[in-house]
């Protein structure tokens, strides 16, 4: 037995001996270098997300118009914002277009989402995806142009399609109830794509034994995915909820190109309120109250749904 | 071998960072001017910047002006920037954001809807370059009726001088009258001939036809209803002082006993029954079918639909009738009469022109460009078209209105020599409150019953109250 006293051969860079000064540079760069890497993110959320947020919350304590020096005024404008009934209005009529915008966006995403997955064949499946994202790309302002055209109670084309089959035209802009409607639709339009691609991903990593297993137990229709889909998918749900909720709370394209908030407060949103008071009124303090209280609302709402979702988010 | 790959990776590497942190550096150094702003127009150099409300294709048209600008002042450098916005109070907007991220235009063109807001926080008075060249000022003045001059006063001081202006006078289809069996309404027609013309005209129409169009916003919108019922939703008192400019300029004009230092709007007037009269009015029009629930927005679909007599009649200015000639109407397509009467005939006007900011580098230099603008050489290059109504009476002739029409384009300048009472858009400095808070109003006002009429004006007058709380 004979015992091998020289060193094992030196391949490459592994064989090269590292002296002190590049063991210390090897450390420094360990240290250092993916700081180096995420500085560009750090210093742009830091600058462009961050340092907005403390001003905008530091603001809502002071008057401002931009032109004159900031006053200091406390909890005034809270205290305003709490009583001004556009603003209270503005939040109720947030409040409902989330509920019923929200539902729709996830029901048609979901529902549409089962039959591309199930029902139809590869290529078509594909060029339902496309379709249904389609509208996600388009410029919120531009489509709403363009809807208002389309829902002119005089001449657009809805109401002339409308008059082919009887129906008397439909104030759908200058009315309460058909403002609102038309602003639920278009969001819903535009925004159910996404929810429709996480739901397809979701569907997608759903095991087929499982459907297998559940239909030898007997499962079929909808027995199969009220027992198998939706609970699997509830993960993927919680998402999709979570990111429609949050989104639309924010809305204000739509309602801002298509009717003004109108008529009366109808269509006004939270967002709208806030735009209107800091670019309209050049009330920035007041602006700041109300968005740091939406931003308390969207907190709040979202940490519900994390807490809620202990209960029917099923993890595999 | 390996180990000269191994260099041979680590210096391809080290060369491909290199390259890419050299490719950063100078990309950055290329698009500084970009990244910081300098190559926008007017920054960094000592040009005198002028934002203009409109598009890149409008910025190049005043190029003639500021030729002809630099042949009498070589040594004022010129560049204009135009601000697309949807409307004034988008412009605004857009203005003051510039204002707040300290990089103001020196000059501005800012219609009545701004013209408070610029003279309380923004703008420079005109009065110590119109005294000191008041010789050279006369002939414009003589040239421009002192109603719009009045609408840029403000405390007392004069802020702009009018450059184009347009009145709510009231547009009607030819054709559409026609077919109703009726002539030229009379100069002096009144609210109840105007209802009758539009019942004959809808009788005789097609059944998509819309005898009286109109849009919710300040000009043309209800304004001008509430003016010729002698009313509007805003009290509407005048301020002392600006005698220096009238004795100057209008020593002899008939008006000048109706002149004053500017006009205030200071408290919401929407519970004045004369108000939900005319409010009452127009619902009466929508409910009948005679009249549109009025839209937002700027009705820009409206000169197709009026140019293929979809429409009988619609409020607007001198502004319509280039675009109605680009849409194909014949001169005799068309026609414009006054706005009807009611208690009175006061009409409605809206008028723009140059502002100069407080943060004006060279406000003398900025002066000597309002003053060029303001001169029949410029406005003549401005306004080659009927596409507004210039300031000046003079350029309000047959020759701008040849191979356009209307036939009666005379009503236009008409509408302040026989109406002297005509008043300005009412815009105080909150005006963009002031007209969220109408706007809103407005629609539920006039497509219900009585009883929603009365909640909308008590929700405007409630909203005119939180709008004007904080006086200057």
Wanted: charged share 20%.
């Amino acid at each position: 037995m004979s015992t091998t006293t020289s060193a094992p051969a030196r391949t490459g860079r592994q064989a090269v001996r590292k002296s002190p000064h590049d063991a210390k540079r090897g450390r420094v760069q360990q240290r250092w270098l993916p700081w180096a890497f995420l500085a560009p993110t750090i210093a742009g959320m830091g600058i462009f997300t961050l340092l907005p947020i403390v001003a905008s919350i530091a603001l809502a304590f002071f008057r401002w118009d931009i032109i004159s020096a900031p006053t200091f005024v406390g909890f005034d404008n809270f205290a305003e914002v709490v009583q001004d009934p556009t603003v209270r209005v503005s939040f109720l009529n947030t409040i409902v277009f989330v509920v019923v915008a929200v539902a729709l966006q996830l029901g048609l995403a979901l529902g549409l989402a089962i039959m591309v997955q199930e029902k139809l064949p590869a290529w078509l499946r594909v060029f339902f995806r496309s379709a249904f994202f389609f509208p996600l790309i388009l410029s919120a302002a531009s489509v709403s142009i363009f809807m208002r055209y389309l829902f002119n109670e005089q001449f657009g084309v809805v109401n002339w399609l409308l008059s082919i089959v009887g129906i008397p035209a439909v104030p759908w802009l200058t009315t309460p109830g058909g403002s609102a409607a038309v602003v639920i639709l278009v969001y819903v339009w535009q925004n159910f794509g996404f929810s429709f691609l996480l739901f397809i991903g979701g569907l997608a990593s759903i095991p087929v034994e499982t459907y297998e297993a559940a239909s030898i137990d007997g499962a079929t229709g909808w027995r199969k995915h009220w027992y198998v889909t939706l609970p699997l998918l509830s993960p993927t749900t919680l998402v999709a909820s979570v990111m429609a909720i949050i989104n639309a709370l924010q809305v204000f394209d739509q309602p801002y190109v298509l009717t003004r908030g109108g008529p009366g407060d109808s269509t006004r949103t939270a967002v709208m309120v806030i735009f209107e008071s800091a670019f309209q009124r050049l009330e920035f303090g007041q602006a700041s109250a109300i968005g740091v209280i939406l931003t308390l609302i969207i907190m709040g709402i979202t940490a519900l749904q994390f807490r809620l979702s202990k209960r029917f988010v099923f993890y595999q | 071998m390996s180990g000269t790959n191994g260099a041979l990776r680590e210096f391809t590497r080290r060369s491909a960072l290199t390259a890419l942190g050299a490719g950063i550096v100078g990309l950055t150094a290329a698009s500084w001017p970009r990244l910081t702003g300098t190559d926008i127009p007017g920054r960094g150099d000592n040009s005198l910047s002028i934002a203009i409300m409109g598009t890149a294709a409008d910025a190049a048209a005043r190029q003639k002006v500021i030729d002809a600008f630099a042949k009498v002042h070589p040594e004022i450098k010129v560049k204009v920037q135009a601000i697309q916005a949807v409307d004034w109070k988008d412009f605004f907007t857009k203005i003051l954001t510039m204002v707040a991220a300290g990089t103001p235009p020196d000059v501005v063109y800012v219609a009545t809807e701004g013209a408070q807001l610029f003279a309380e926080k923004l703008a420079h008075p005109l009065d110590e370059y119109l005294r000191r060249d008041a010789d050279h000022m006369k002939e414009y003045f003589a040239d421009v009726h002192p109603s719009l001059v009045e609408a840029f006063m403000y405390k007392g001081s004069l802020f702009q001088l009018p450059i184009d202006w347009n009145a709510a006078n009231m547009y009607y289809n030819t054709t559409a009258l026609r077919q109703a069996g009726l002539d030229r309404p009379a100069d002096d027609w009144t609210h109840t001939d105007f209802r009758a013309t539009l019942a004959a005209m809808k009788k005789a129409n097609p059944k998509d036809f819309t005898p009286y169009y109109w849009t919710n916003r300040l000009f043309g919108g209800v304004v001008p209803w509430l003016y010729a019922n002698d009313t509007s939703f805003l009290k509407e008192t005048k301020s002392g002082g600006g005698e220096w400019l009238w004795d100057g300029f209008y020593p002899n004009d008939p008006s000048r006993g109706l002149r004053s230092g500017g006009y205030q709007w200071l408290e919401p007037n929407a519970d004045d029954p004369r108000v939900f009269e005319s409010f009452d009015y127009l619902r009466g029009l929508v409910k009948d079918g005679l009249g549109v629930r009025p839209e937002e927005g700027g009705g820009s679909s409206l000169i197709g639909l009026f140019a293929s007599n979809r429409i009988g009649t619609t409020p607007a200015g001198g502004y319509w009738v280039q675009g109605l000639h680009e849409a194909g109407m014949t001169e005799d397509g068309f026609d414009v009469q006054f706005f009807p009467k009611w208690r009175s005939q006061r009409h409605q006007f809206g008028t723009a022109g140059y502002a100069i900011m407080k943060t004006a580098k060279d406000k003398d230099a900025a002066w000597e460009w309002v003053k060029f603008s303001s001169s029949l050489e410029a406005m003549r290059i401005v306004f080659p078209t009927p596409n507004t109504t210039p300031a000046r009476r003079s350029m309000v002739n047959e020759q701008l209105y040849a191979g356009t029409g209307p036939r009666h384009w005379k009503v236009f300048y008409d509408t302040l020599d026989r109406f002297p009472t005509t008043g300005p858009i009412p815009a105080p400095p909150q005006q963009a409150a002031v007209e969220t808070a109408l706007m809103k109003n407005v629609s539920l006002a006039v497509s219900g019953d009585e009883r929603q009429l009365k909640d909308a004006l008590n929700s405007m007058q409630r909203d005119l109250e939180l709008a004007l709380r904080r006086q200057p």
